[in-house]
Nanobody, 122 residues
Framework: QVQLVESGGGLVQAGGSLTLSCAASGRGFSLYVMGWFRQAPGKEREFVASIRQNSGLTSYTDSLKGRFTISRDNAQNTASLQMNSLKPEDTAVYYC???????????????WGQGTQVTVSS
């Protein structure tokens, strides 16, 4: 089992950057695909990015490619999401997730953090 805690959210002006971190505790971090999702008010939770266990292969939702970068450090049991050129529409609660399957559907991830709020002002 894995416990996930996100940090790094906050208020930023449009065009700015933020880096979100996800700290994992428990066993077997390197066994899990790590993902980031986000949920804006009144909207469904949507896939942002994922990174595979050891190969470092990444996937992104098309609209975010080039602005967001996911990474992981298996030695530190952490995953990160670097977000650049932020826009007001990026405002959402961002969640870190862990799962055993390569997927973009939230239901395929087994463990979730509590979320961290990102607010981008115009």
């Amino acid at each position: 089992q894995v416990q996930l805690v996100e940090s790094g959210g906050g208020l930023v002006q449009a065009g700015g950057s933020l880096t979100l971190s996800c700290a994992a505790s428990g066993r077997g971090f390197s066994l899990y695909v790590m993902g980031w999702f986000r949920q804006a008010p009144g909207k469904e939770r949507e896939f942002v990015a994922s990174i595979r266990q050891n190969s470092g292969l990444t996937s992104y939702t098309d609209s975010l490619k080039g602005r967001f970068t996911i990474s992981r450090d298996n030695a530190q049991n952490t995953a990160s999401l670097q977000m650049n050129s932020l826009k007001p529409e990026d405002t959402a609660v961002y969640y870190c997730a862990a799962g055993l399957l390569i997927a973009i559907e939230a239901r395929r991830f087994d463990y979730w953090g509590q979320g961290t709020q990102v607010t981008v002002s115009s």
